[in-house]
């Protein structure tokens, strides 16, 4: 299995511009997580779906990003626009009915300037 | 609402040390505990998984033990190494529906040679 897939790795925009980051998940998995790092903040929980629909979003920062699965095995996360204080490490984590524990992909560093 | 501790923030050991990392949960309600290692830049890899129903889990020279009723975990690491450097970081997952996933603000560990 190739775990969880993140792109891109690496992302630089300009302030303003939409921005998707997308995660693909290890296949039969079925709770997808994604989270926020930042060196002042550590990792921030922003939304977690379970068997495609999601439970909690209340780490969202603000109408600026959504996050969909449009299938049981791929989801984005999307910034628009984005701001400069959105610049951090973006990981995706799956994970099958919990029972395995959680597989985090390598991340998106996303930098806004 | 569930939180994690970790402590010490931050160690620094010379090599060979035995070392013990310590992290605590407020909620024994937990369906499993899993601890990563993160190295600078790169992504979470998983280290060890503790069902609630367990005591400890081994992985080479890695030992991780859980007593759910104190809210505590310990990842031992015997005979360290300065390859062992990195941030260790614990997280709790919920028993309950929502297969909720909470972390530590972890522990960053220097291995000196």
């Known amino acids: 299995d190739a775990g969880v897939i993140q792109s891109p790795r690496h992302e630089v925009t300009e302030m303003g511009q939409e921005v998707t980051l997308r995660c693909k998940l290890i296949?039969?998995?079925?709770?997808l997580f994604w989270y926020r790092q930042t060196m002042m903040r550590g990792l921030e929980l922003l939304i977690y779906?379970?068997?495609?629909?999601?439970?909690?979003d209340s780490g969202m920062p603000e109408d600026r990003f959504s996050a969909k699965m449009p299938n049981a095995s791929f989801s984005t996360l999307k910034i628009q626009p984005s701001e400069p204080r959105d610049s951090a490490v973006y990981f995706c984590?799956?994970?099958?009915?919990?029972?395995?524990?959680?597989?985090f992909g390598s991340g998106t560093r996303l930098t806004v300037v | 609402k569930q939180e994690v501790t970790q402590i010490p923030a931050a160690l620094s050991v010379p090599e060979g040390e035995n070392l013990v990392l310590n992290c605590s949960f407020t909620?024994?309600?937990?369906?499993?505990l899993q601890w990563f290692r993160q190295d600078p830049g790169k992504g979470l890899t998983s280290l060890l998984l503790?069902?609630?129903?367990?005591r400890e889990q081994t992985s080479g020279r890695l030992n991780a033990s859980l007593d759910k009723s104190s809210g505590r975990s310990t990842l031992y690491i015997a005979a360290s190494q300065p390859g062992d450097s990195a941030t260790y970081l614990c997280?709790?997952?919920?028993?309950?529906?929502?297969?909720?996933?909470?972390f530590g603000g972890g522990t960053r560990l220097m291995v000196k040679p």
């Open positions: 984590a799956s994970s099958r009915d919990r029972v395995q524990g959680y597989t």
């Open positions: 296949s039969g998995h079925n709770s």
């Open positions: 779906f379970n068997n495609n629909v999601p439970i909690d």
């Open positions: 909620d024994s309600a937990i369906y499993n």
């Open positions: 503790i069902q609630s129903s367990q």
């Open positions: 997280a709790v997952t919920d028993n309950n529906a929502g297969n909720m996933l909470t």
